[in-house]
């Protein structure tokens, strides 16, 4: 009993023995500490300073989706669990899961290239590919990134033959060039769509330099989609529509032709009294009404066909419409200061704590050898 009580006093007194020896490890290089937090903390004022501020548009829209109505409440209680019935056993090949999907498709982002852009204060009003290749700021960061690849460039056209290639401005989404794939992809990642499994809510987002510019690309994201997604699920009734619509006009011409027939003959026989010109005219008459009834069939089948297309038309219900953005999305300056100098000094005194351990091991590990 003794010795257990003997242990239990000595462990906090160990712990802090400890603790004071690894503080006082820190506060004796509190000059190197101090060195190295001055220098992230110089670094992040760089950063911070030649940071360029972005602006994230946003806009949430709830889209109709023909759900299995025979479902009833086992639908509801599959929704509430996570499970997407209209996914499972609707009519829809195309279902909100896969809005994703066709946003970031290469000809759907292809496609965004030729909106027409105006930026905030009304110095841009151009293209958004104009924009990105032209007009729009870049980091000192990003120069640096793309130096090793400018200098394979380089090295690669000195070895190659001198043959000029042809580098065409509109984008063809089955042959692009380097350049232009590489503009696709950053597009791609300024775009973000989340789609909630239980409500099937769409959330769009787009992030730009200007506020205006992301607004007016989040809000082309949005109505394109849309547009797709009403083309796909109206294609069969709006053929179907057009068919009877031809139908129905060639019909109404019909129609009026025997109108036109059947008042030419009685009038150029207004006073025959003849069993032949009764005859001809009952059948003239006949014919017309004939005529008259598919004329008026076709228009109900053509009425009826309008009104489908408007039920297979999808609704999308703006929750949250799109709006110029007031506030950068991105980081401050002071916070970009702030979390430079915190991983400064969290570096250096993870040096100096862990330092003679890392060259045991080495030493350990290159004697093993």
């Not at 499972?88 to 965004?112: D, H, N, R």
């Not at 057009?242 to 009038?267: C, G, P, W």
């Not at 053509?302 to 408007?310: D, E, F």
Request: with cysteine; proline share 3%.
């Amino acid at each position: 009993m003794d010795n257990l009580e003997k242990q239990r006093v000595n462990q906090p007194l160990e712990t802090e023995i400890d603790l004071m020896e690894l503080i006082g490890k820190v506060l004796s290089q509190w000059k190197f500490v101090l060195k190295v937090t001055f220098c992230f903390m110089v670094l992040g004022l760089v950063m911070a300073i030649t940071t360029i501020k972005e602006y994230t548009a946003l806009v949430v829209v709830a889209p109709e989706t023909s759900k299995s109505s025979k479902m009833g409440g086992l639908g509801s209680l599959a929704s509430m669990a996570g499970f997407d019935v209209g996914a499972l056993g609707g009519e829809e090949a195309i279902y909100p899961m896969l809005y994703p999907e066709i946003v970031q498709s290469l000809p759907f982002l292809s496609s965004l290239f030729d909106v027409n852009v105006k930026s905030l204060d009304g110095a841009i009003d151009t293209t958004y590919f104009h924009y990105v290749s032209k007009l729009k700021k870049q980091n000192w960061v990003g120069y640096v990134k793309n130096v090793p690849s400018k200098v394979l460039k380089g090295v690669k056209s000195l070895f190659s033959s001198d043959e000029k290639k042809i580098v065409s401005a509109e984008f063809n989404p089955y042959n692009l060039t380097e350049t232009q794939m590489s503009m696709v992809q950053g597009l791609s990642d300024r775009i973000s769509i989340i789609v909630d499994k239980k409500t099937d809510v769409i959330t769009v987002t787009f992030t730009e330099q200007d506020p205006l510019i992301a607004a007016i690309m989040v809000d082309t994201i949005m109505c394109r989609l849309q547009n797709q997604i009403t083309a796909y699920r109206t294609k069969k009734v709006v053929d179907d529509c057009a068919h009877i619509k031809k139908l129905y006009l060639q019909s109404k011409d019909e129609y009026e032709k025997s109108q036109e027939t059947y008042a030419s003959y009685v009038d150029r026989n207004r006073n025959v009294t003849q069993e032949r010109f009764l005859i001809e005219k009952e059948r003239l008459e006949a014919d017309k009404n004939l005529k008259n009834t598919l004329y008026t069939q076709w228009a109900q089948q053509l009425m009826l066909s309008q009104a489908r297309v408007q039920e297979y038309t999808p609704v999308f219900v703006a929750l949250k419409p799109v709006a110029i953005p007031a506030l950068p999305s991105s980081m401050s300056r002071s916070m970009v200061l702030l979390l430079y100098t915190f991983i400064g000094g969290v570096l250096a005194v993870a040096y100096v704590l862990f330092k003679d351990y890392a060259v045991e091991i080495l030493k350990q590990l290159f004697h093993k050898e």
